[in-house]
């Protein structure tokens, strides 16, 4: 517990930045916006309806569409840039909403007094009408203040550091500490924000002064701890020398702690994780180049990033020809193999198979129409699902998609009898798993490869010469070893690293 | 001095005033009188730009409305309407003070005249910190009178003033605001449905029909000669009951 609180400055401050300036832009966005709406009859129409359909989009739906739209814009695709829009984007309805609510809202006799008296227009919007619907915006900006602390958490896998990352980390390496951690500082943020606010509008409207300071002070503190950390880069948004991405998994994490202090041992220079990026998030801020380092897996980039569909079973055949066309076409450097194969895999529980007496995917076809399957995220939706099915006509009664952390206690529990597993996975082990054989090679090699962005190798060769380093030096064993010390033992990603580099000096 | 010249207002197909033309002597009171639809709010309106005309002018002291900005305009004509429309944030005082920030009165002459305008509707300066929710529609209804004549306009616009007051406390009104006009010398039009309240207001009464004039005369000369049988029937009723009452109040000790 004493280490996740460690992260806290750092997870927290990222998204009270966060989270504060994207509600602070939405505000000022929406308000005059709801005030144009309600005075102009026509547009309140469209602009509920634009607003109402951001709405609609789910979180991680609305950042998944942001990083591809900013990179097409030449902007920096991931990190700070989507998370805010989006936030901003997802903050603004509720406000823009009660803005129009409470300005239409108002006594028409009152509006007709304001008019009797010789207000003019704008007088009338600021003496009365925006006095008058204040509870209402004041109300919605609660909710929005509340919406956009819980939906920062999402901006971690986009690249923005956030409680975001306790979260998704702690879920993928079953780290409770770090689930609660995250969960209990993103709730009491919203809480206090919503606190705030709430006794910064009832100290205006019962015209206490001290209660209006009071709460101002401490809403205005936040905003210069935020302003401040802008100006200083505290809180995440500067970058490191070398930044390193990881995806949403144990092994990416403990893969992105091992390149990192790597690098920083042998060159000093200052480095910075990334965790939990979506999967082509990722490969397209490498790309962009706001991230330097990465690992991902050849038959990945064969088949999602190269859109390459003839089957493919050379391991080495697949790593020259992803090698060459990763440098040709984004300028990407494949360093080299770490020495494992991290593979999709069928895997269901030993004793089921025994029963049925499967032990290929072939053997598991005709038993298909009988079963559920689980996958992650991804997988229904990869090539290599299409490949799988096709290839040995597949037809499951039931498929599911959920959470990688979520899938081996599904299967376990018997909620689904065949899951997409991860070859170097140690819960394939710890539940009792076992992995089908692709007997026909419907699945490409998928050895886990050392990537390098455009301006790494073209400016710091030294940071590529440290992780060339590491080539060859984890093989299957070694890698599922380090997985299950984080998923079962509960140690942390960054400590299973280090113990590895240590025995590779030790060696 | 107010001119209406040939003033009409349509609503699309709907003429709601059709061509009325009137003039209202400095310091004098006109009653608008008519029922629903007649035509007498809207043509009120007209005269502080509520309602913008359709078509015919508006001369104010010489000067015409339209050729001024709306504000300016509404900022020396006092406005009071049925539904009173006190700014419910606002404390007593500061309502009746909205017309005196906007004249861009000086802060301590302005609180001298809000105390001195409690005095005039007799609420009582302890009363100015009261929000208007704490006040009866009485007494809302005198802070609707005070803010109209906060900063000493010379005309005054009456909406059924005291339509929605029960009817002790529209008669205390009446004969308040009757008095004050003739202390003030306030130039009004006063819109009203109520015969009687015509009667015991106005210097002229001016009978609206679908729109159109039908009738401007004195109180007497309206119950004298009526233009019509309508106007006569219209007449007829306060004046029947005026006469039950009487025999009721001299049948005093009859059984």
Redesign the interface.
């Known amino acids: 517990m004493r280490e996740q609180l460690a992260l806290l400055p750092a997870y927290g401050g990222a998204h009270v930045q966060l989270s504060l300036l994207a509600l602070l832009c939405g505000v000022v966005l929406s308000v005059p916006l709801g005030v144009l709406a309600a005075r102009v009859r026509w547009l309140e129409t469209p602009v509920m309806a634009v607003a109402s359909v951001v709405q609609t989009v789910p979180g991680l739906a609305l950042l998944a569409i942001l990083v591809p739209l900013l990179a097409a814009l030449g902007l920096p695709g991931i990190g700070f840039l989507p998370a805010f829009i989006a936030l901003v984007l997802y903050g603004m309805l509720p406000v823009l909403r009660n803005t129009v609510v409470g300005l239409r809202g108002i006594?028409?006799?009152?509006?007709?007094?304001?008019?009797?008296?010789?207000?003019?227009s704008g007088?009338r919007l600021w003496?009365?009408e925006l006095?008058?619907a204040l509870p209402v915006i004041i109300a919605g900006v609660r909710t929005a203040a509340v919406w956009t602390v819980g939906m920062a958490t999402l901006s971690t896998p986009v690249g923005a550091p956030s409680l975001g990352n306790y979260i998704f980390g702690g879920l993928q390496t079953s780290n409770v500490d770090a689930i609660i951690v995250g969960c209990a500082a993103a709730a009491a943020l919203a809480l206090l924000l919503d606190g705030l606010i709430l006794l910064l509008s009832v100290g205006v409207a019962r015209r206490r002064r001290v209660l209006v300071g009071a709460a101002g002070a401490v809403l205005a503190g936040l905003y210069l701890y935020v302003g401040v950390s802008l100006v200083t880069g505290a809180g995440g948004s500067r970058r490191a020398d070398v930044v390193i991405g990881a995806k949403p998994f144990t092994e990416q994490y403990i893969l992105s702690h091992l390149m990192a202090d790597r690098v920083h041992d042998t060159t000093g220079k200052s480095t910075q994780i990334l965790s939990s990026l979506g999967s082509t998030v990722a490969y397209d801020g490498l790309a962009a180049g706001d991230i330097d380092l990465y690992v991902d897996y050849s038959g990945t980039l064969w088949t999602t990033v190269l859109h390459r569909t003839d089957p493919a079973t050379d391991r080495a055949r697949i790593e020259a020809e992803v090698t060459r066309a990763l440098r040709q076409r984004d300028g990407i450097t494949v360093v080299g193999a770490l020495g494992f194969e991290n593979a999709y895999c069928l895997a269901m529980p030993r004793a089921d198979a025994q029963r049925l007496g499967v032990r290929t995917i072939s053997d598991l076809a005709p038993h298909a129409g009988d079963l559920a399957i689980g996958g992650d995220y991804e997988f229904f939706s990869r090539p290599e699902w299409a490949a799988l099915r096709d290839e040995y006509g597949l037809g499951f009664a039931n498929q599911r998609s959920m959470d990688p952390s979520l899938m081996y206690q599904a299967v376990a529990g018997g909620q689904v009898d065949v899951i997409s597993a991860y070859s170097t996975d140690g819960r394939i082990a710890a539940f009792d798993l076992i992995v089908l054989r692709d007997d026909r090679h419907a699945i490409p090699p998928y050895d886990a490869l050392i990537l390098a962005g455009p301006g790494l190798t073209r400016r710091q060769p030294a940071v590529i010469r440290a992780v060339r380093a590491l080539t060859g030096t984890i093989d299957a064993d070694a890698m599922r070893r380090m997985n299950r010390a984080v998923d079962e033992q509960g140690q942390s990603p960054s400590e299973v690293a280090r113990r590895f580099l240590d025995s590779l000096r030790t060696d | 001095m107010i001119e209406l010249r040939q003033l009409s207002k349509h609503f699309g197909d709907t003429v709601a005033v059709d061509g009325v033309s009137l003039t209202i002597e400095a310091g004098e009171l006109v009653v608008l009188l008519g029922g629903s639809g007649s035509g007498k709010t809207t043509t009120l309106k007209m005269i502080?730009r509520?309602v913008e005309p359709s078509d015919g002018r508006v001369i104010i002291d010489g000067e015409d409305a339209a050729a001024m900005?709306?504000?300016?305009?509404?900022?020396?004509i006092g406005?009071v309407?049925q539904?009173?429309?006190?700014?419910?944030?606002m404390t007593v005082a500061e309502n009746i003070a909205?017309?005196l920030s906007?004249a861009g009165w000086a802060r301590d002459r302005a609180r001298a005249r809000v105390d001195e305008l409690l005095e005039l509707i007799e609420l009582g300066a302890a009363m100015g910190a009261r929000t208007p929710a704490e006040l009866s529609g009485g007494q809302q209804q005198r802070v609707?009178v005070a803010?109209?004549l906060a900063a000493k306009p010379t005309l005054m616009l009456l909406d059924e003033p005291f339509g929605a007051l029960d009817p002790l406390t529209r008669d205390r009104l009446q004969r308040s605001f009757g008095e004050l006009r003739k202390k003030l010398k306030l130039t009004a039009v006063f819109v009203t449905h109520d015969v009687v309240e015509a009667l015991l207001l106005a210097d002229r009464i001016a009978v609206l029909r679908d729109g159109a004039l039908v009738q401007v005369d004195t109180p007497r000369a309206l119950i004298d000669a009526p233009a019509d049988d309508e106007i006569a029937r219209l007449l007829d009723t306060p004046r029947r009951q005026a006469r039950e009452l009487a025999a009721l109040l001299d049948g005093d000790g009859d059984a």
């Open positions: 006594d028409a006799a009152v509006i007709e007094a304001a008019d009797g008296v010789g207000m003019t007088q003496r009365v006095p008058l | 502080n509520l900005p709306a504000p300016t305009l509404r900022q020396k406005y309407f539904r009173i429309g006190l700014f419910p944030h909205v017309p906007l609707g803010r109209a």
